[in-house]
């Protein structure tokens, strides 16, 4: 009932910048908080950035004052801006929404994810 599709990784050197973007669509009622989270091969998937509707913004130690998440409502699009990526930030970067779908005449609650996309960061 949700589809998140993300765009905006690749191939940048170390100390270089990307953007990712993850647009949200269907039968969306509400949006409580979309994110992202990133998975490196042989470890677990990660928080990376989370927003939480009402403004709080919640970042990985790891990440903090090189990455900035925001959002735009009315788009149901949030974005990851990265600045001073690191070798270690290469990893498959997932968007996650959370929030409230219409059916009929009900609302369902829904936590859908993206397909992922690469960002690999060269040393």
């Known amino acids: 009932q949700v589809q998140l599709v993300e765009s905006g990784g690749g191939l940048v050197q170390a100390g270089g910048s990307l953007r990712l973007s993850c647009a949200a669509s269907?039968?969306?009622?509400?949006?409580?908080?979309m994110g992202w989270y990133r998975q490196a091969p042989g470890e677990q998937r990660e928080l990376v950035a989370r927003?939480?509707?009402?403004?709080?913004?919640n970042y990985a130690g790891s990440v903090k004052g090189r990455f900035t998440i925001s959002r735009d409502n009315a788009k149901n699009t949030v974005y990851l801006q990265m600045n001073s990526l690191k070798p270690e930030d290469t990893a498959v970067y997932y968007c996650?929404?959370?929030?409230?779908?219409?059916?009929?005449?009900?609302?369902?609650?829904?936590?859908?994810w993206g397909q992922g996309t690469q960002v690999t960061v060269s040393s």
């Open positions: 996650k929404a959370e929030g409230t779908y219409r059916s009929g005449t009900s609302n369902y609650a829904f936590g859908s």
């Open positions: 269907g039968s969306i009622f509400s949006i409580n908080a």
């Open positions: 927003d939480i509707s009402g403004g709080m913004k």
